[in-house]
């Protein structure tokens, strides 16, 4: 096994913003975790982060940079983390690491990253500055 980055490693003190098991139904026609799949739940990881900084309602507005590392595969724990990189007025920058590990093992490994952009919306749904 290869060395893996400091920014592929897992350290034990972090908690993830989502985790969940990848299951049969999470599949594409392959039989592999389905990247939607892994989209959709690094968009949670990113709105669970946007919303506490917020202190509210958040929406997505884009997705970049998205890269696929290596494969999910069913029955594997996937852990999402975000972190905030940049604030502006009313948007966030967030970017999210999946990490994946197989049910019968310790270690993790970086399978999935991108970066999102969040931006605070009011009861009407129109951007709101974001709280000091």
Known sequence: MTAQTPEQMLTSDQAPDVR????????NPSGDIFGGWLMAN???????????RARGRCATVAVDRMSFHRPVLVGDEVSFFADILKLGRTSMVIHVRAFRRARESDESGLVTEATFTFVAIDENRRPRPLPD
């Open 20 to 27: 969940v098991i990848a299951m049969p139904a999470d599949t």
């Open 42 to 52: 690094m968009d949670l990881a990113a709105g669970n982060a946007a919303a506490r």
